[in-house]
């Protein structure tokens, strides 16, 4: 007996061995079967889905759950333009808080909005004792009043008040960290968010680090939310590189750095593990740092490294070595260049042409990198409503020639790179439908078109959310498509995503979002 049949439906499967089919049979949390091969089954429930469309679970390869999680209970000045206006609720939130010598954060702080950075001496007016760390929403950079800048090591540079990557860690460095207790509620509440958009897995990237991390016993915090019943959906954690230390391990092993007891990609179970490893080589676009070969259109710098080179292509080549799947974050092409120069290191000295190597975001990738990324069977793993929220800002940015080269689709297919979907989350809107749309239209929220040549179908955008999405994480043979024998993952959609106007996509209604046969929202 089929634990349930959901039928009357429009079973999307992307497996291409049975397309489509109408009924689906779910056993102990798994798909038993398809159409005839159920039908005929007794249930011990039965669905009728009323013509819905069903699509695998989305999987958003690149999210940060606990960061969505605070920020969502985070004070924000998102919206505001004028510098007053922002004043204003950063006194509030420091009118909230108990004693002088407190920290206050705030959330939602992007200086386009404002037209330029805030500056120290502008906090200090309303910050009454406290210290005020302002968080840029690309999470590349931060602002603080004169009371942390006072307490920061010597020589650390910032822009009266505005403290950019690596800078920002030592900033962040002076908090205490945060209570896994408080971690695990954070990461119900994101998670819980992803559910109500149809993603049923995700890629959590970077737990532990410098820059994005919020407890040195932060994977212990999911292990907690585990426990607690907080986590609905399957999480793997990706580790920042910056927690390797050196390791004597036997010289036939050949693992100069390694995480404690050898841990690496792969460790854990169906609903929790360790994924890749994280390595940052540069900022991000929106904070004008990710690394390019050329300048920023209308600035006099190109962005910048976490790092130099030599440190970073080591960090990238012992990760390799140590057995772990990479996730090197590369924005500017400077910094993709660095990555794939270290990833062919890597494999020179030890192949492991399985390794399946990821660069996260690829957000400017010039026409000669295509064919390397390639060779080196690294997959690309894009945000596409990057561009749909701001890719007028960063078309303007990247200038007429570079433009086309953003967070491309078509060229990666083309030339044989995985492509896989991802949100970023909180730095952009987490929809998985509005991001398929970008995919296909190209169009920024204003209208613009931003490299219309790398427009793909809706079939490959949606792969890219669902078969692509489980094989960069190393679950194509749970995760990614309505084959029988995997997961009873699915989402069901008020309309087929193939069949409406390509406008319309974003705008379908998740209706029920299921995780091993369970709907997320259980009928009475």
């Known amino acids: 007996m089929l634990c349930t049949r959901l039928t009357n439906a429009r079973f999307l499967t992307m497996d291409p061995g049975h397309p489509v089919a109408h009924d689906l049979g779910i056993w102990q949390g798994r798909i038993a079967g398809l159409d005839e091969a159920v039908t005929s089954l007794p249930a011990r429930e039965v669905v009728d889905l009323q013509g819905a469309t069903v699509l695998p679970g989305f999987i958003d390869a690149h999210v940060h759950l606990a960061w969505t999680g605070f920020k969502q209970n985070t004070p924000s000045i998102a919206g505001r333009t004028r510098v007053e206006d ?40 309303v910050s009454d004792g406290r210290k005020l760390y ?28 505005f403290l950019a990557e690596q800078a920002m860690g030592a900033a962040r460095a002076l908090r205490l960290p945060h209570a896994q207790e408080d971690l695990a509620e954070a990461i119900g509440r994101a998670a819980r968010t992803c559910l109500t958009e149809g993603v049923t897995a995700c890629a959590e990237a970077g737990i532990g680090g410098t820059l994005f991390g919020h407890s040195p016993v932060e994977l212990g915090a999911y292990q907690l939310a585990r426990d607690k019943g907080l986590l609905p959906l399957r999480v793997q954690l990706m580790v920042s590189a910056d927690r390797l230390r050196p390791v004597a391990a036997h010289e036939t092993d050949g693992i100069p750095r390694a995480l404690d007891l050898g841990l690496r990609t792969g460790f854990g179970d169906d609903r929790l593990s360790v994924g890749a490893l994280k390595v940052y080589t540069d900022g991000g676009m929106m904070a004008r740092t990710a690394a ?24 990238i080549v012992d990760g390799h070595l140590a057995g772990w799947q990479l996730a090197v974050h590369a924005i500017g092409d400077r910094a993709a260049d660095i990555a794939l120069d270290a990833i062919e290191r890597a494999q020179r000295i030890r192949p492991r042409p399985e390794a399946r190597h990821r660069i996260e975001h690829a957000g400017l990738i010039r026409p000669d990198q295509l064919p390397r990324m390639a060779l080196l069977g690294v997959s690309a793993v894009v945000q596409p409503n990057f561009l749909r929220c701001f890719g007028d800002d960063y078309a303007s940015l990247m200038g007429e020639e570079r ?12 030339h044989g ?20 749309q970008f995919m296909v239209e190209r169009a920024s929220s204003s209208g613009q078109l931003i490299g219309p040549d790398e427009a793909v179908t809706v079939d490959q955008a949606l792969h890219a959310y669902t ?58």
């Not at 968080?135 to 008040?161: F, K, M, Q, R, Y």
């Not at 433009?403 to 083309?414: H, K, Q, S």
């Open 292 to 315: 390019l070969t050329s300048p920023y259109e209308g600035l006099d710098h190109a962005g910048q490294l976490q790092d130099d080179p030599a440190v970073l292509t080591d960090l």
């Open 417 to 436: 790179v995985p492509l896989v979907g991802s949100s970023d989350r909180p730095v952009a809107d987490g929809s998985p439908l509005r991001a398929v």
């Open 467 to 524: 078969v692509a999405g489980a094989r960069a994480c190393h679950w194509e043979d749970r995760l990614g498509s309505l084959t029988p024998g995997k997961h009873a993952d699915l989402v069901v959609l008020a309309d087929d995503p193939r069949s409406v106007d390509t406008s319309r996509i974003g705008a379908i209604e998740v209706v029920e979002t299921y995780v091993d046969g369970r709907p997320s929202r259980p009928r009475a």
């Open 134 to 161: 302002l968080l840029h929403d690309s999470g590349h950079g931060c602002v603080v009043n004169t009371a942390v800048l006072d307490l920061l090591p010597a020589g650390i540079p910032h822009e009266n008040g």
């Open 403 to 414: 433009a086309p080269w953003m967070y491309r689709g078509r060229a990666f297919l083309d």
């Open 86 to 125: 922002v004043l204003a609720v950063v006194a509030d939130a420091v009118a909230r808080t108990r004693a002088p010598g407190d920290w206050v954060s705030i959330a939602g702080y992007d200086q386009r909005a404002l037209g330029r950075h805030l500056t120290a001496a502008e906090l200090d007016r």
